[in-house]
């Protein structure tokens, strides 16, 4: 029985723990689910070396890998070393292109580089930059979601995100987004399932949506 089984699994966004796919629910007769987290980098780790690395946690063949935010970059690279039987790209980018200009421009002035130690400290900024949104009224939630606060982590993860170099859309991705997501406004275009009124964590509060869907993608 247990070779009938599809093995999917998840990875989180920029500085978030895996309980961002708490509500993801999928049959369990046809699916197994399988929750990635983030791993400290090494100094100057590429994220080509860092996505290898990351698939050593890829324990099956033909499996699935659905990666949301930076996860999503990181997933596209990780694909490169894997047997993947479907690839989901969720609340990303199809390309370098996508980034949003305030990151490109983190890039082209280097600025990114003394950004992340506010980071650290900030949990607003850090919600801002990894989730789209400010806490306001949710501080419970993003401190439940976001506790990868390690510095040298924060640093490379960032710097990763601003000088990804992929310059055209992974072409056997399944690219779905939000409408509604200002962290990467610009990722409905082209080849993408757009959800209506989907924002950057719409894994989190569409997760029927995602529930209902994602068995039908993978089997089509």
Not at 85 to 92: A, D, W
Not at 107 to 115: H, R, S
Not at 132 to 157: F, M
Not at 201 to 206: E, L
Request: with cysteine; glycine share 4%; net charge positive.
């Amino acid at each position: 029985m247990d070779s009938n089984v599809t093995h999917v699994y998840l990875m989180p966004g920029m500085a978030a723990n895996p309980t961002i796919f708490e509500h993801i629910k999928l049959p369990e007769e046809n699916y197994k689910i399988h929750w990635l987290e983030w791993q400290i980098p090494n100094k100057n780790e590429t994220l080509q070396d860092y996505a290898k690395r990351m698939c050593k946690y890829i324990e099956h063949d033909n499996a699935v890998l659905l990666g949301v935010s930076f996860g999503g970059m990181l997933v596209q690279e990780m694909s490169q070393f894997l047997n993947l039987k479907k690839l989901f790209v969720v609340s990303s980018v199809k390309s370098h292109h996508e980034l949003p200009k305030r990151l490109k421009l983190l890039k082209i002035t280097k600025a990114y580089k003394i950004l992340p130690t506010q980071l650290v400290s900030n949990i607003d900024l850090l919600a801002k930059y990894a989730l789209g949104e400010t806490i306001k009224k949710r501080v419970d939630l993003y401190k439940k979601y976001l506790s990868v606060s390690d510095k040298v982590y924060l640093d490379w993860a960032i710097k990763q995100v601003v000088c990804w170099e992929q310059a055209e859309p992974h072409p056997n991705a399944i690219y779905i987004h939000g409408d509604k997501d200002v962290v990467f406004p610009h990722s409905c275009e082209g080849n993408c399932i757009v959800i209506k009124g989907g924002t950057h964590i719409m894994i989190i509060n569409k997760y029927k949506w995602f529930n209902e869907n994602i068995p039908k993608l993978i089997e089509a």
